[in-house]
């Protein structure tokens, strides 16, 4: 997935990356990630005002845990991608344009930056539906399958030697 800035903005070359990603190694480390298969890139590099533009979209499918009931949930990530690449060379004040991503090296590598942009957009706590109601934290049942005898109305136990003061 590599092309030069250089060329693009000078020859106007164009690239096209359209590939599968294996990224199980890089989500290894990520335990709410039970599997994922492989990224799908459609990337097209294009001039663009003396900058090489990336436009296009990732596509993720993953099975990652669900935050409150822990069973499994189905991912399915669609990233948009629109991003300017620039020579530090050629750019006279990098800090006038925010979105410009100055590059030292003429050759740019976008499976960093891919993988790098998948890891910012996997969900924080993902939920297999929005009303999941988790597990009981007392006895551990999944309470979307069964309701469980622990009572329900807990108190905050600083607020349990209090309601005792008043009684
Ligand atoms: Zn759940
Ligand atoms: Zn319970």
């Known amino acids: 997935m590599e092309f030069r800035v250089m060329e693009v903005v000078s020859k106007g070359q164009e690239a096209s990356f359209r590939e599968e990603l294996d990224v199980s190694e890089?989500?290894?480390?990520r335990k709410d990630i039970i599997s994922a298969k492989?990224?799908?890139?459609?990337?097209?590099?294009?001039?663009?005002?003396?900058?090489?533009?990336?436009?296009?979209?990732?596509k993720a499918?993953?099975?990652?845990?669900?935050?409150?009931?822990?069973e499994p949930v189905e991912e399915h990530l669609a990233i948009?991608?629109?991003?300017?690449?620039a020579l530090a060379s050629m750019v006279k004040d990098p800090e006038a344009d925010e979105d410009l991503i100055?590059?030292?090296?003429?050759?740019?590598?976008?499976?960093?930056?891919?993988?790098?942009?998948l890891l910012i957009y996997l969900p924080m706590a993902p939920l297999c539906s929005d009303d999941c109601k988790?597990?009981?934290?007392?006895?551990?049942?999944?309470?979307?399958?069964?309701?469980?005898?622990?009572?329900?109305?807990r108190i905050d136990p600083?607020?349990?030697?209090?309601?005792?003061?008043?009684?």
Do not use: H
């Open 134 to 153: 988790g597990l009981c934290p007392d006895c551990g049942t999944n309470l979307n399958e069964q309701s469980c005898g622990c009572s329900r109305d």
């Open 61 to 70: 499918d993953l099975t990652m845990v669900c935050s409150r009931c822990l």
């Open 80 to 85: 948009s991608i629109e991003e300017r690449f």
């Open 102 to 117: 100055v590059v030292k090296e003429d050759k740019v590598d976008l499976q960093p930056y891919v993988e790098g942009t």
């Open 26 to 29: 890089l989500l290894q480390e």
């Open 158 to 167: 600083r607020f349990e030697a209090l309601k005792k003061l008043l009684e």
């Open 38 to 58: 492989p990224l799908a890139v459609a990337l097209d590099v294009r001039p663009y005002e003396e900058t090489a533009q990336v436009k296009g979209e990732l």
